[in-house]
Nanobody, 127 residues
Framework: QVQLKEFGGRLVQAGDSLRLSCAFSGREIRNYGVGWFRQVPGKEREVVIVQTTGGTTYYSDSVKGRFTISRDNAKNTMYLQMNSLKPEDTAVYYC?????????????????????WGQGTQVTVSS
């Protein structure tokens, strides 16, 4: 059973950069499709970035060009690098993992595609 834990959320100013970490324990991250999602109160959890085991990556339109995902297999950790942050990026950010295989990257974008989740970390961007 894999366990995920996010680190790095905090209060930042608009235009700042921030990197979130998601540590995997119990299994090797290289075997999992992974994703970053975010949620604000009263709204559904939405996809930010997802990535297959083969490296195919989907970026939501709201973060394209500003956010990137990466993995460090040696550290069994994945990262979300967030640049040019905006107040509308304020949310609880979650990392997620799945062992399921989907032939279309878009099938990795809904939250229901994932079986394991971290507890979330709060990112607040002040204007």
């Amino acid at each position: 059973q894999v366990q995920l834990k996010e680190f790095g959320g905090r209060l930042v100013q608009a235009g700042d950069s921030l990197r979130l970490s998601c540590a995997f324990s119990g299994r090797e991250i290289r075997n999992y499709g992974v994703g970053w999602f975010r949620q604000v109160p009263g709204k559904e959890r939405e996809v930010v970035i997802v990535q297959t085991t083969g490296g195919t990556t989907y970026y939501s339109d709201s973060v394209k060009g500003r956010f990137t995902i990466s993995r460090d297999n040696a550290k069994n950790t994945m990262y979300l690098q967030m640049n040019s942050l905006k107040p509308e990026d304020t949310a609880v950010y979650y990392c997620a993992a799945t062992l399921r295989y989907y032939s279309d990257i878009m099938d990795y974008t809904p939250p229901r595609a994932y079986d394991w989740w971290g507890q979330g970390t709060q990112v607040t961007v002040s204007s």
